[in-house]
């Protein structure tokens, strides 16, 4: 067996995560860290000379390593010496999201430097940066969904308690940070302008698209948008990413930088992007990901990008280790970009280029092999797995490039000529509305989904477990016609 760099590389980071996913998923005896952390030393000690075993001792002591930091956050996420402590002091508000009764607001205690979660009515409203005068007890998040681990969710957020029996009122403003400050404001002009041209329900939809979130649409619509596998497209997911990293390389290219200069160029979009659509963590994954995803395809080694993926899930996990259990969307987000590398190859020599229908097929090779990826963390999360979901990126993601951009020129000449802003509205509105009234209508279809109830997690591990057998096997295969070749 030859042992290449990017072959260690690669063990090593998958024994890293092994280790995060076991604490996440396991309680294990601590005394079983320094027995594994021990074997680890005594195998390097003793078969220094050969390379596998030193590349062995090396994954169990990277596993050991993310097992231990792991079991560490939980730990720590549970511990909450402030419980049970009243506060009556300033506090700045850092970030704030709506709810079904109101608003979600998550503040900072400079002194202690703990943050805490206030649920409070829609009015007054709140922003980033506002200071406050509160007066609460601390107590732990509570759990009021018996199948939702909200304490442990917000836990992975930096916060660990709730402000109970709080007093808040607002007595001064902008004390956060300038530059992010502005940038949110940026994005609530956005907003403005896109609901003044755009009516409702299509303009929370045209939001959705260009700054993510579906918190503008209706039940009704959000519904029809999770039986059709559609969610994604109002998220800050990688595919909205891409398309914004792909018009900022030809925006480059315009104004006459190089190739490799527009893609830096599109980098830096891509951060701002991710910066005005408020810093949530599924932004900031989207961005990660979709910057590598880009910078592999526009350097064709998409082939063998598979390392830079999973080194930086390794980074994320290293950085905040909760997010493998408590974070859907690092969980979503990191497994269909992986599945998107890992089957592209495949499916471009056996499918895509037989069958180039106006890029259609790259569309249905793309979304099936994210599909394959995250059905069984959808069907364990959401207890439904959509039938026609394939059916509707076909439709749609071809027009979403082309909507986003309209969306975008309502905004920009919104400030600089309104009358033309009008007119890319009533583009964008078109698209928009055939959007919506597919994704209802195919939602409306008896065996649009199908719903899951309780999958195991042994059966999810079985599952990746025959899903990367069946992935080297493909490998193979190709190394093989190569070779022959």
């Given at each position: 067996?030859?042992?290449?760099?990017?072959?260690?590389?690669?063990?090593?980071?998958?024994?890293?995560?092994?280790?995060?996913?076991?604490?996440?998923?396991?309680?294990?005896?601590?005394?079983?860290?320094?027995?594994?952390?021990?074997?680890?030393?005594?195998?390097?000690?003793?078969?220094?000379?050969?390379?596998?075993?030193?590349?062995?001792?090396?994954?169990?002591?990277?596993?050991?390593?993310?097992?231990?930091?792991?079991?560490?956050?939980?730990?720590?996420?549970?511990?909450?010496?402030?419980?049970?402590?009243?506060?009556?002091?300033?506090?700045?508000?850092?970030?704030?999201?709506?709810?079904?009764?109101?608003?979600?607001?998550?503040?900072?205690?400079?002194?202690?430097?703990?943050?805490?979660?206030?649920?409070?009515?829609?009015?007054?409203?709140?922003?980033?940066?506002?200071?406050?005068?509160?007066?609460?007890?601390?107590?732990?998040?509570?759990?009021?969904?018996?199948?939702?681990?909200?304490?442990?969710?917000?836990?992975?957020?930096?916060?660990?308690?709730?402000?109970?029996?709080?007093?808040?009122?607002?007595?001064?403003?902008?004390?956060?940070?300038?530059?992010?400050?502005?940038?949110?404001?940026?994005?609530?002009?956005?907003?403005?302008?896109?609901?003044?041209?755009?009516?409702?329900?299509?303009?929370?939809?045209?939001?959705?698209?260009?700054?993510?979130?579906s918190s503008g649409l209706s039940k009704e619509i959000q519904n029809d948008f999770s039986r059709t596998g559609m969610?994604?497209?109002?998220?800050?997911?990688?595919?909205?990413?891409?398309?914004?990293?792909?018009?900022?390389?030809?925006?480059?290219?315009?104004?006459?930088?190089?190739?490799?200069?527009?893609?830096?160029?599109?980098?830096?979009?891509?951060?701002?992007?991710?910066?005005?659509?408020?810093?949530?963590?599924?932004?900031?994954?989207?961005?990660?990901?979709?910057?590598?995803?880009?910078?592999?395809?526009?350097?064709?080694?998409?082939?063998?990008?598979?390392?830079?993926?999973?080194?930086?899930?390794?980074?994320?996990?290293?950085?905040?280790?909760?997010?493998?259990?408590?974070?859907?969307?690092?969980?979503?987000?990191?497994?269909?970009?992986?599945?998107?590398?890992?089957?592209?190859?495949?499916?471009?020599?056996?499918?895509?280029?037989?069958?180039?229908?106006?890029?259609?097929?790259?569309?249905?090779?793309?979304?099936?092999?994210?599909?394959?990826?995250?059905?069984?963390?959808?069907?364990?999360?959401?207890?439904?797995?959509?039938?026609?979901?394939?059916?509707?990126?076909?439709?749609?993601?071809?027009?979403?490039?082309?909507?986003?951009?309209?969306?975008?020129?309502?905004?920009?000449?919104?400030?600089?000529?309104?009358?033309?802003?009008?007119?890319?509205?009533?583009?964008?509105?078109?698209?928009?509305?055939?959007?919506?009234?597919?994704?209802?209508?195919?939602?409306?279809?008896p065996w649009a989904s199908v719903e899951i109830e309780n999958p195991s997690v042994s059966s999810i591990v079985i599952?990746?477990?025959?899903?990367?057998?069946?992935?080297?096997?493909?490998?193979?295969?190709?190394?093989?016609?190569?070779?022959?070749?």
């Amino acid at each position: 067996m030859i042992v290449t760099k990017s072959r260690i590389l690669l063990s090593i980071l998958l024994g890293f995560i092994g280790g995060v996913f076991t604490a996440s998923f396991f309680v294990v005896n601590q005394n079983y860290y320094f027995l594994l952390l021990l074997f680890s030393l005594i195998l390097l000690f003793i078969f220094y000379k050969n390379k596998l075993a030193a590349l062995a001792a090396f994954i169990v002591f990277t596993f050991v390593f993310g097992w231990w930091i792991t079991d560490m956050e939980m730990a720590a996420a549970k511990d909450l010496p402030y419980a049970g402590q009243t506060f009556a002091e300033n506090a700045v508000v850092e970030k704030v999201s709506a709810s079904s009764f109101g608003q979600n607001v998550i503040f900072r205690f400079p002194a202690e430097k703990i943050s805490m979660l206030l649920q409070v009515p829609q009015y007054p409203e709140y922003a980033y940066g506002d200071l406050l005068k509160i007066s609460c007890i601390a107590k732990a998040i509570e759990n009021k969904d018996p199948n939702f681990d909200y304490r442990m969710y917000m836990a992975k957020e930096g916060v660990l308690y709730q402000c109970d029996k709080a007093k808040a009122s607002k007595i001064g403003e902008n004390q956060g940070n300038w530059f992010y400050a502005k940038i949110i404001s940026a994005r609530t002009v956005f907003e403005d302008k896109i609901n003044q041209v755009i009516p409702a329900p299509y303009g929370a939809l045209a939001i959705g698209l260009l700054l993510g979130g579906s918190s503008g649409l209706s039940k009704e619509i959000q519904n029809d948008f999770s039986r059709t596998g559609m969610t994604h497209i109002v998220a800050v997911s990688g595919y909205n990413v891409t398309i914004v990293a792909e018009y900022l390389i030809l925006l480059g290219i315009f104004l006459g930088l190089w190739r490799k200069q527009a893609i830096w160029f599109a980098v830096v979009g891509i951060i701002l992007f991710v910066v005005m659509s408020g810093l949530p963590a599924s932004a900031v994954r989207a961005g990660v990901m979709s910057g590598i995803l880009l910078w592999a395809m526009k350097n064709g080694r998409l082939a063998n990008s598979e390392n830079t993926i999973i080194f930086a899930g390794a980074v994320m996990l290293f950085l905040n280790p909760l997010l493998l259990r408590y974070d859907v969307g690092f969980q979503l987000s990191f497994l269909a970009t992986l599945g998107i590398v890992l089957s592209s190859p495949f499916w471009e020599k056996s499918f895509v280029k037989k069958h180039q229908a106006f890029g259609i097929s790259e569309v249905i090779v793309l979304s099936l092999s994210a599909q394959i990826f995250v059905l069984p963390i959808i069907a364990y999360n959401f207890h439904i797995a959509s039938l026609v979901s394939l059916l509707a990126n076909v439709f749609i993601l071809p027009i979403i490039p082309l909507s986003m951009l309209l969306v975008f020129l309502v905004c920009i000449f919104g400030f600089v000529f309104v009358p033309l802003s009008l007119v890319f509205s009533w583009l964008a509105f078109l698209l928009l509305f055939y959007e919506i009234k597919l994704i209802h209508v195919l939602s409306q279809f008896p065996w649009a989904s199908v719903e899951i109830e309780n999958p195991s997690v042994s059966s999810i591990v079985i599952y990746y477990i025959i899903l990367t057998y069946v992935v080297i096997l493909i490998k193979k295969s190709q190394i093989s016609i190569s070779n022959v070749k």
